[in-house]
């Protein structure tokens, strides 16, 4: 079974800070991608940042980056800067590419992060 | 305007009534997906496709049934209506391949009374 296991139910950081939001999950597959999405109050899902299984660079995207262990199955994301417009809920994400469950796209309950001014 | 589009937005219903919440995108995606989000939590996948004529049961399935006649349309069905099922519904579709952007639709918040 497909699992993602977020640990911090709620993070806070200073603005201009810089903040870490785990992630594990556990998959018997080996062709996946792993994802963090932003859920604002408006409830829209926004991709911040995507990675594939099969690269051991590590994705980034501008103050985003994620710091990919396959080996420990851990994904977590790093947020530098960090600006008042960061502060949402965020979620992992995993998706199987391949195999008997191919398509299956399952999230972690989510971290809350507050950005303080 | 490209996307995936959900309807009702808002919907409530009394216990033990149905009915059929709707999901087209325009995009050709093969992959589409249901999820339901309670209050504070994360998405719980419902039902999944990856392609017409194919669906799979995700985390939560009971008490939904979903069906893909076409590659667009995507509709979850609610049959027996119960309190528990009160939740915020979201559509999702992907290319997959290569291209692995998921859209989201805009929500279907239900109640159940």
């Known amino acids: 079974a497909q699992t993602v296991t977020q640990s911090q139910p709620e993070m806070s950081v200073q603005e201009a800070e810089t903040v870490t939001l785990s992630c594990t999950y556990d998959t018997s597959e080996s062709d996946y991608y792993l994802f963090w999405y932003k859920q604002p109050p408006s409830r829209q899902m926004i991709l911040v940042i995507r990675?594939?299984?099969?690269?051991?660079q590590n994705a980034t995207e501008n103050r985003f980056s994620v710091n990919f262990q396959k080996a420990a199955k851990s994904f977590s994301l790093k947020i530098s800067d960090s600006q008042l417009g960061d502060a949402a809920m965020y979620f992992c994400?995993?998706?199987?590419?391949?195999?008997?469950?191919?398509?299956?796209?399952?999230f972690g309950k989510g971290t809350k992060l507050s950005v303080k001014p | 305007n490209a996307g995936v589009t959900q309807t009702p937005k808002f919907r409530i219903l009394k216990i033990g009534q149905s009915m059929t919440l709707q999901c087209t995108q325009d995009m050709n995606h093969n992959y589409m997906y249901w999820y339901r989000q309670d209050p504070g939590m994360g998405l719980k996948l419902i039902y999944y496709s990856v392609g017409a004529g194919i669906t799979d049961k995700g985390e939560v399935p009971n008490g939904y049934n979903v069906s893909r006649s076409t590659t667009e349309d995507f509709p979850l069905r609610l049959e027996l209506a119960a309190p528990s099922q009160t939740s915020v519904y979201f559509c999702a579709s992907l290319l997959g391949g290569l291209n692995e952007k998921l859209f989201f639709g805009s929500g279907t918040q239900l109640s159940v009374l």
């Open positions: 990675q594939e299984a099969y690269k051991q």
């Open positions: 994400a995993s998706l199987l590419r391949y195999g008997g469950s191919q398509g299956n796209l399952i």
